[in-house]
C-alpha cells in the first residue's frame, strides 16, 4: 500500500500527529500502533527517510558504524538486513529505510509531499490544529520528529541569481545527481559534507577550488566491505552490543578510557593516538583518555598528535599548514573521511583560504573573493544547517495563550530532557535542544526518546490522563543542569554550530546534553519512575527530581 497524499475535505482527528518520517518518524509510528493510537505521520519529502532521503551529495556517508546505526527493537529486522560496509552509504541506509517501512507495513499512515507550515494548540479543546494543506487535522499530541540537521543553512551571497553556472546545495542534491566532468568546480566549506564529497568530485572535476574558512579535525575512516560472517556474529549476540551502546556517553559499543592523558607517558599516549587512527572512526581519539573534553592541556596532546597526522599527508608545506585546525579537538563535530587530506595532493585541486581573503560576492562567472576571481561552471554549497532548532522553528508553533515556540526561544532554546517545552502541553520533540541528540549515535538516542514517550502515552492512556506539559520550574531546572554540565568541558568555547555560530542573529547557547547517553538515560528513567516528576498532569503538577 503506498502512502498518503495531502487531501481537500473534512476535518481529521486523530490521537497523535507526528512530523517527520526519518529513523525518528518512521519508529514513533511503529509504537502508536502498538498502542492502538491513531496516528498520521506528515513528510514535506516525496519519500520516507528523512536525512537519508535529502543528502544524496556524492560520497554521503554515515559516520557511525552501519551496525549500530540502525534498529534494535526487532530481532527480525537485525537478521534480514545484510549491511554491506563498515561505514553504510547514503543509497544503502535510504534503502534499509524503504525496507523497514515496507515490512512494518508503515507507509499507509504517512503522508508524503506534505509541508507542516503550524500547529496551534487549542487549550478549550485540548487538542493541536495541524496545519498542512489540504484537510485540516486535530491531534491529542504532536510528536516533532523533524531531525537535528535537515534545516538548511541558504547561501547569501551577492550576485549568486547572475551565476551563469550551476550551483547546488549538498542537503538539496539533484536526484539525478551532478556531471562534474572536465568542470572548474567550486566547493564553499570544509565541514564534514564537504570532507566527504570533496574526494569523490575531484576524481571527475577538471578544477576543483576548496574555499575553506575553518579547517577541521577528521579521522580516516578505514571504512572496509562486511564480511556475512562478521555481520552474523554481531547479530547473534546483538544485545549486549547495543545495552553496552545505550550505556556509553556516545552511544557507541565502545569500552570508556579509563585513564588520563597527563598520567601517561608521552609514548603511551602516542601507541594510544596511533591505535586509534588505526581503529579509525569518530572517537578514534576522544576515547583514549578520560579528559579529553575536560582538560586542554590533554586536549592538546590529541590536537597535536592530528596535525602531525595531517602534515605527514598534505604533500604542500603551505596547504598542510592552512588545513591544521587550532580549536580544541571534539568541541566542533569531528569528521571522518576516506582520503580527504590525500586529495590535496592531486594537481586538480586547489585549496583557497578564504579566512585571509573573504568570499566578496558571486560573479556571473565565478566567485570573487578578496584577491581575485576565481571561474567556474559550477558551484557546491557545502555550508550545513541551522541545526538543532532550525527545522523546530521553521514551523509556526502556538501553545497555551497563542504563545510561539520562537518568541519563548529568542534567547536560546529552553526544555525539559530535550522531550518538553513548559507552556505547550502534548508536544514532544525527539532529540531535541537539551538532549545527548548530535553529540550521539542518533539512532540510539532515537530509540530511547520513542520509547519514552510511548510509555509516557501509555501512561497517560491507561490513566484516563488528557493533558501533560513540562512545568517551569522543572524546565529551569534542566537548563541550568545542562548548562552546569556544559560549562565543565572546552565545548561551550568552540564557535561550532553546536552553539548556533555558523547562523547570523542564531542565540550562541550550547544546545545538546554533554553528560552522556547512558546518564541522560537514566535521568529520563528516574523521571518516569517517579510518575513523571516535573511535569503537569490535569492540572496536577509532580515535583520535578531537582531544584
Not at 30 to 43: D, I, Q, S, W
Not at 268 to 281: K, T
Not at 293 to 306: G, Y
Not at 333 to 351: K, M, P
Request: with cysteine; charged share 25%; hydrophobic share 35%.
Amino acid at each position: 500500500m503506498t502512502a498518503q497524499r495531502a487531501r481537500p475535505g473534512r476535518t481529521v482527528d486523530i490521537d497523535v500527529a507526528v512530523v517527520g518520517a526519518g529513523f525518528a518518524g518512521l519508529y514513533m509510528l511503529h509504537r502508536l500502533r502498538g498502542l492502538g493510537l491513531r496516528a498520521r505521520v506528515f513528510e514535506r519529502g516525496s519519500d520516507v527517510g528523512g536525512t537519508w532521503y535529502w543528502n544524496r551529495y556524492p560520497g554521503a556517508r554515515c559516520d557511525i558504524e552501519s551496525v549500530d546505526y540502525c534498529y534494535s527493537f526487532s530481532g527480525e529486522l537485525l537478521r534480514e538486513w545484510a549491511w554491506t560496509e563498515r561505514y553504510a552509504t547514503q543509497p544503502e541506509i535510504l534503502r534499509y529505510l524503504h525496507h523497514v517501512a515496507g515490512r512494518l507495513g508503515l507507509r499507509r499512515d504517512i503522508q508524503l509531499g506534505t509541508n507542516v507550515t503550524s500547529l496551534r494548540y487549542d487549550e478549550p479543546g485540548n487538542r493541536w490544529l495541524v496545519s498542512a494543506g489540504g484537510e485540516p487535522v486535530l491531534a491529542r499530541h504532536c510528536v516533532l520528529a523533524v531531525g537535528n540537521l535537515s534545516s538548511v543553512n541558504r547561501p547569501d551571497l551577492a550576485g549568486l541569481d547572475d551565476f551563469l553556472g550551476e550551483w547546488h546545495h549538498t542537503a538539496q542534491w539533484p536526484a539525478g545527481g551532478v556531471d562534474f566532468r572536465g568542470k572548474r568546480v567550486g566547493v564553499v566549506g570544509t565541514g564534514s559534507t564537504a570532507i566527504q564529497a570533496i574526494p569523490q568530485i575531484a576524481k571527475h572535476a577538471g578544477e576543483l577550488y576548496v574555499f575553506q574558512r575553518t579547517p577541521n579535525y577528521s579521522m580516516p575512516a578505514q571504512n572496509r566491505p562486511l564480511p556475512p560472517a562478521e555481520l552474523r556474529e554481531v547479530v547473534s549476540s546483538y544485545p549486549a552490543r547495543r545495552r553496552a551502546a545505550e550505556r556509553s556517553d556516545a552511544g557507541v559499543p565502545v569500552p570508556p578510557p579509563v585513564r588520563s592523558a597527563l598520567e601517561v607517558s608521552a609514548e603511551e599516549r602516542r601507541r594510544m593516538y596511533e591505535a586509534g587512527w588505526r581503529r579509525g572512526g569518530i572517537n578514534a581519539l576522544s576515547y583514549a583518555f578520560t579528559d579529553f573534553f575536560t582538560d586542554e592541556r590533554a586536549n592538546v596532546t590529541a590536537q597535536e598528535f592530528a596535525r602531525e597526522k595531517i602534515r605527514g599527508i598534505v604533500r604542500d608545506r603551505w596547504v598542510a599548514a592552512a588545513l591544521c585546525p587550532a580549536h580544541h579537538i571534539g568541541t566542533k563535530r569531528t569528521c571522518v573521511d576516506a582520503g580527504y587530506f590525500e586529495t590535496y595532493n592531486r594537481q586538480n585541486v586547489h585549496l583557497v583560504d578564504v579566512r585571509t581573503s573573504p568570499i566578496r560576492r558571486v560573479t556571473p562567472h565565478g566567485l570573487e573573493t578578496a584577491d581575485r576571481e576565481y571561474p567556474l561552471d559550477t558551484i557546491v554549497f557545502a555550508i550545513g544547517f541551522d541545526a538543532i532548532t532550525g527545522a523546530l522553528l521553521e514551523i509556526d508553533i502556538r501553545g497555551r495563550g497563542g504563545e510561539p515556540l520562537a518568541g519563548k526561544w529568542s534567547h536560546g532554546p529552553r526544555s525539559y530532557l530535550g522531550l518538553s517545552v513548559a507552556g505547550f502541553p502534548n508536544l514532544f520533540i525527539i532529540t531535541g535542544p537539551g538532549s545527548p541528540s548530535v553529540l550521539s549515535n542518533m539512532v540510539v538516542s532515537i530509540e530511547q526518546h520513542v520509547d519514552w514517550i510511548a510509555d509516557c502515552l501509555a501512561y497517560l492512556e491507561g490513566r484516563g490522563l488528557d493533558r501533560i506539559e513540562a512545568s517551569e520550574a522543572a524546565e529551569d531546572g534542566w537548563v541550568r543542569h545542562v548548562n552546569d554540565i556544559a560549562d565543565g568541558t572546552l565545548y561551550p568555547r568552540a564557535a561550532s554550530w553546536y552553539v548556533g555560530a555558523n547562523i547570523p542573529g542564531k542565540p550562541r547557547v550550547f544546545m545538546p546534553y554533554v553528560g552522556g547517553c547512558g546518564t541522560y538515560r537514566r535521568e529520563c528513567e528516574e523521571v518516569a519512575e517517579r510518575g513523571y516528576a516535573g511535569f503537569v498532569l490535569d492540572g496536577t503538577e509532580v515535583p520535578p527530581s531537582r531544584p
